[in-house]
């Protein structure tokens, strides 16, 4: 079982910056997708960006291209995921999801992924 725990949430004015984190004591992240997804009251779990760590090759919403960028450490043990010029429509929760990378499925898309952390809120206001 992959247990994930997020960090790094938290308020921010517009136009500012936040680097969220993503680790897990039980697994490297050399095999796995691994993804962020952000929900808002009301809302639905949205894929913000996501990254085969086998290949390297990334995904973005159209919605964060360019302000967001998911990475991971060097050690492979922490995923990153950087916020730029920050909007009040980012605010939401956001998640930390993992799957072998095996498996097939959509990299900005809830379904395929198994593992999830309990998120972390992040809130922008304007």
């Known amino acids: 079982q992959v247990q994930l725990m997020e960090s790094g949430g938290g308020s921010v004015q517009a136009g500012g910056s936040l680097t969220l984190s993503c680790t897990s004591s039980?697994?490297?992240?050399?095999?796995?997708?691994m993804a962020w997804f952000r929900q808002a009251p009301g809302k639905e779990r949205e894929g913000v960006a996501s990254i085969n760590t086998v290949i390297g090759d990334t995904y973005y919403a159209d919605s964060v291209k360019g302000r967001f960028t998911i990475s991971q450490d060097n050690a492979k043990i922490t995923l990153l995921l950087q916020m730029n010029s920050l909007k009040p429509d980012d605010t939401a929760m956001y998640y930390c999801?993992?799957?072998?990378?095996?498996?097939?499925?959509?990299?900005?898309?809830?379904?395929?992924?198994?593992?999830w952390g309990q998120g972390t809120q992040v809130t922008v206001s304007s």
């Open positions: 039980r697994v490297t992240y050399g095999r796995y997708w």
């Open positions: 999801a993992a799957a072998p990378a095996w498996t097939t499925l959509q990299p900005l898309g809830p379904d395929g992924y198994q593992f």
